[in-house]
């Protein structure tokens, strides 16, 4: 990602705004590459600038296919939830060199007729209908098919893409001798589900994912150093 994200740098005539948007984008997204779950009053504020900078900064890099802002829906109640930001890797290859980047200065405000790419106005429903929304083939690059299967009856792809982030915290902390983590995660998340549907999660599906998930990798991780004897016997 960091790769890509150098050659878009020099090869494509890019804004200063914009490329200093990408360059924010792409620090702030190393625990899952390429994902950024910033808000827009976030990079506004790392840049020092407005939010229609940011939407503007946006929509240049969205037409350059560079990136892609989403907008979660939440599974219950249909409703909209947090937005991400993907960086996209593309093909330059048939990209032609600048000669120098694109002017620095701030652009002039939209115009009425100008479509503002997700923009936050919740008065503006028609508009907001008319975004595309993220589904499970977005998260495919960062989370495993086997997990994604199972999972995906149950929560939507933010979710599943926010519990394999802690199946991987719990692993580097827990169990840094299990290579494949998949299975153990599957049995934590089948787990969490019972436990969700018999009524004992008393607080968040999330937090009892977690404790459930770090249970049994540290098991795992014992299995992964030595045989575990019955002493019973």
């Not at 229609?52 to 939830?81: C, D, F, H, W």
């Amino acid at each position: 990602m960091d790769q890509f994200v150098s050659e878009v740098l020099e090869q494509l005539p890019l804004g200063q705004m914009d490329r200093k948007l990408l360059k924010l984008l792409a620090g702030y997204s190393c625990k899952f590459p390429g994902v950024s779950f910033m808000k827009l009053k976030t990079m506004a504020a790392h840049l020092q600038v407005s939010i229609k900078t940011i939407q503007r900064a946006i929509k240049n890099l969205a037409n350059e296919g560079i990136v892609k802002r989403m907008k979660m829906i939440r599974p219950v109640s249909g409703g909209y939830g947090a937005s991400l930001t993907l960086i996209c890797p593309i093909d330059l290859s048939n990209r032609s060199n600048p000669a120098e980047p694109v002017g620095t200065k701030d652009e002039p405000p939209c115009k009425k007729n100008e479509t503002i790419l997700f923009q936050s106005n919740l008065k503006d429903l028609k508009e907001r209908q008319q975004e595309p929304q993220i589904d499970y083939s977005y998260v495919t690059e960062w989370v495993p098919h086997e997990f994604l299967e199972t999972v995906q009856p149950f929560i939507n792809p933010e979710s599943a893409f926010r519990l394999w982030g802690k199946v991987l915290a719990a692993g580097k902390r827990h169990a840094p001798s299990v290579v494949d983590l998949v299975p153990p995660a599957i049995r934590a998340f089948k787990a969490s589900v019972f436990a969700l549907k018999m009524k004992r999660i008393k607080k968040s599906f999330a937090g009892y994912f977690w404790g459930t998930v770090c249970g049994v990798l540290g098991v795992e991780q014992r299995r992964a150093k030595g045989p575990l004897y019955n002493w019973l016997e």
